[in-house]
């Protein structure tokens, strides 16, 4: 039996994107020709994703964000937790943007002398971002609310989340 794979080198990967979307359930919006939000729902959050297509450098960005706060006075260990994530991530890596109050995990895919994301790619770089932010997020809230040390809580990330992606 022969599967045939569609051409990809027509299909703009925002329309890739919202076609997962829809076929998965998740809620989405399609803020322009060139992005769209997704909204996927995991165990321990509902995952804000932004898609977006950058046509002058050809990469498809990835932005996955949830909110979380560290007090002031478990920053420091936040900050080496945070690190220590980022080294076990091979594709994506996540930041902290203090003023919004969110965990954000970013991958860009460069596309450029391809013909085009296909759709297992990006497919596979949703359930990427939904897998770091799952696998991590009781590791980063067992740091901000308890004494854990960083080593401590990251023992605690699980090497296979569960949820739906």
């Known amino acids: 039996m022969t599967i045939s794979v569609p051409d990809n080198s027509d299909l703009h990967p925002i329309d890739i994107a919202e076609d997962l979307a829809e076929n998965s359930g998740w809620e989405f919006d399609r803020m322009t020709d ?12 509902v995952y804000s994703i932004t898609v977006a297509w950058n046509p002058a450098d050809e990469t498809l960005r ?17 900050y080496d937790l945070l690190n220590r994530c980022n080294d076990q991530l091979w594709t994506g890596a996540f930041a902290h943007w203090v003023e919004q109050k969110l965990m954000v995990w970013r991958y860009g895919l460069l596309l450029v002398g391809t013909d085009g994301a296909s759709k297992q790619q990006i497919d596979a770089m949703i359930k990427n971002a939904v897998a770091a932010c799952e696998r991590f997020y009781p590791a980063f809230q067992l740091v901000n609310w308890s004494e ?18």
């Open 34 to 45: 060139d992005q769209i939000a997704l909204a996927v729902e995991g165990v321990w959050q």
């Open 62 to 78: 990835f932005i996955c964000t949830y909110e979380i706060e560290a007090p002031v006075n478990r920053q420091a260990p936040f």
């Open 148 to 165: 854990a040390s960083p080593e401590d809580a990251l023992k605690v990330a699980m090497t296979k989340s569960y949820g739906r992606a």
